[in-house]
């Protein structure tokens, strides 16, 4: 049987109502970050214990701190950029998806995205006893890429800048590729990479007509819709 259109993509009707819908697991994700998120900022004990930490993984099995680390953030500045666009972004890929993989599948879409943008920081640094990472950064990237397949010509602002989305993107990756590779400032710009990469993917399998549709959008702009 075939899928019902994406209404996010078909409807400007559906589009606003997506945007004004209630965000109820998107709210409730945010509300568990800044709780554990905040504990953690006096609790040094508990960064420890949930602190993407590669040694902790190969050597003790703690496989939960390749998610764990998303619960945690290096100050209120990370925390709150990483919820705030999780806000916008999550809350409409939640609409999207929850009425075709259902509640748990969103769950599992934000914790999946956690896990596989730490991954390969993790196999990068397996033996290297120095090495943390944490935040919820590759999982942000994985709703906000998410939302920029069904909507590129979106509106996104950057520091109050109005930037198309797919343009935002491009610059977004070239830029994390670039400090990637140059390192020294100690973001983990691998996590974002990778995030972004599975929030395309997933969503392309979640609903493969998505591919076809992105790239007529792409090649009829509509700016910031």
């Known amino acids: 049987s075939r899928r019902r259109p994406i ?24 509300g568990i970050t800044c709780v ?19 040694p ?5 099995g703690e496989w939960w701190r390749l998610a764990s680390c998303g619960l945690i953030h290096a ?23 929850v009425p075709r993989i259902g509640s ?10 956690l896990v596989v943008s730490a991954l390969p920081s993790y196999l990068a640094h397996k ?3 120095n090495y943390r990472s944490l935040g919820a950064s590759g999982a942000v990237s994985a709703a906000l890429f998410a ?6 010509w979106a509106t996104i602002y950057v520091f109050v800048v109005p930037v198309p989305a797919i343009v935002y993107a491009v610059a977004y990756v070239a830029y994390s590729i670039y400090m990637e590779r140059k390192g020294g400032d100690n973001v983990n710009h691998s996590a974002h990479l990778w995030g972004a990469a599975f929030g395309v993917a997933f969503l392309a399998v979640m609903e493969p007509q998505v591919i076809g549709l992105f790239f007529d959008r792409l090649t009829h702009p509509r700016f910031g819709r």
Do not use: C, K
Not at 7 to 29: F, K, N, V, W, Y
């Open 36 to 54: 554990v998120s905040f504990a953690g900022f006096s609790n040094p004990a508990l960064i420890q214990r949930l602190i993407l930490w590669p």
């Open 7 to 30: 209404p996010i993509l078909r409807d400007r009707g559906a589009r606003a109502a997506l945007a004004g819908a209630r965000m109820s697991l998107t709210l409730i994700i945010i």
């Open 56 to 60: 902790a993984v190969s050597r003790r």
């Open 127 to 129: 033996d290297d006893a």
């Open 75 to 97: 100050d209120g500045t990370h925390l709150l950029f990483n919820m705030f666009t999780l806000y916008f972004f999550g809350s409409v890929m939640e609409r999207l998806m």
């Open 104 to 113: 748990w599948g969103y769950v599992l879409f934000y914790v999946a995205a």
């Open 147 to 152: 939302f920029i397949l069904v909507q590129p």
